[in-house]
């Protein structure tokens, strides 16, 4: 694994979304201790400043389910920061019944594919100056529970919490093959990635098995451990682009790995970017 890419001893500005707790928060202090400055994003205001607090990082709090938040999230790292070499975009979950946000739109969509489409969009100004790397937390569920179609995206037709949560997964994937078709010769590195089953609090606002699964101390102990899973999200952190890892992507346990074939069809992968460019307002 390669250090930072900026040169010397400089450190590179890394800004990790969901990293009040679970992977986000491990591989934050992991980054921080490979001598990066990481920037924490995390929803809840407690959480996120004493993950901020611990580390000595700035932090911003954003809602994914209100994207008006995600704006002035933008706005703010924009101002703060000169360079953003590496933007996780690793907040989501799995939630329960259907519900709408704010916007409009299916919660579970918003918050694990919406929020981070539109912050990546609208840094995308400076994603390209610092030559960036964006790296999608998805998931094995795209694989496992994904039932695409892109004339439904907002599960109107017929929804499960399962479901909602592997498409959700499955868009990940889409937006980092077409994020990489648009801008990778401009100098913007895509990557998604499985982190495994980690015991971690993203599924305490579903129910049913999946809340028992992630929840519960006895299964928890099945589980992949934070720092296993935020290792794999920090792996692609430090890794140089083509050289540790090959952009466009799709990693498990740091190394490429398939999925479902929708992932790779660039025809659902455009009109994924499309529609979605359309519901926030870009």
Known sequence: MTGPTTGGNVPRT???????????????RQLQDAGETVVIVGRNPEKTDA????????SFIADYSDLAQVR??????LETYPRIDVLANNAGGIFGDRVTTVDGYEFTFQVNHLGGFLLTNLLMDRLIESQASVIQTSSLAAQRFSRFDIDDLQA???????TAYGNGKLANILFTKELHRRFHENGVHAVAFHPGAVASGFAGASSGPW???????LTARLLTSTEV?????????LGKPGVDWEPG??????RL??????????????????????MVSL
């Open 14 to 28: 890394i800004v990790i979304t969901g990293a009040s707790d679970g992977i986000g928060a491990a591989s934050a």
């Open 51 to 58: 993950v901020a607090r611990r580390l000595g990082a700035d």
């Open 72 to 77: 002035d999230l933008a706005a703010a790292l």
């Open 156 to 162: 109107e037709k017929k929804y499960s919490a399962s």
């Open 211 to 217: 809340k028992f699964m992630y929840t519960n101390p």
């Open 229 to 237: 899973g935020g290792a794999r999200l920090t792996f692609l952190a």
């Open 249 to 254: 992507q799709y990693y498990a346990n740091n």
């Open 257 to 278: 790995a398939k999925t479902t074939r929708v992932a790779d069809d660039p025809g659902v992968a455009k009109m994924l970017w499309e529609r979605s460019a359309e």
